[in-house]
């Protein structure tokens, strides 16, 4: 078994609490309440496609203000509540184009 392993949340880059992850590695719940962020981000009306990836990286960094990871993994249950609760205005206000047609900015 891994020690605390990979996990920890792209939005904040906090891990789980020595209970979540002692829950998550000994019993078949796994981080039930970490989700990937694709799946919070269509749950708030923004499905992560290939077709979106331009979109969902800015409000990715505007909401958490830090890039989104290429291979992003987990949310903390704090950032999906971010995530619903001001996504849709923040899609509201976006102007860009949906698809990445620009390097990114490393
Ligand atoms: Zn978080």
Redesign the pocket.
Known sequence: MERTAEIY??????KPSVWAWIRAELTSEGYSNWRHPAIAFQAAGCPMTYNTRGLCERLFERL?NRLLPEEPSY??????D?VAAELPDLMAQDHGPRQRDVPRHY
């Not at 949340?9 to 906090?14: F, L, P």
């Not at 949310?75 to 999906?80: D, E, S």
């Open positions: 949340c792209d939005g904040c880059g906090g958490f949310l903390c249950p704090r950032c999906q971010r």
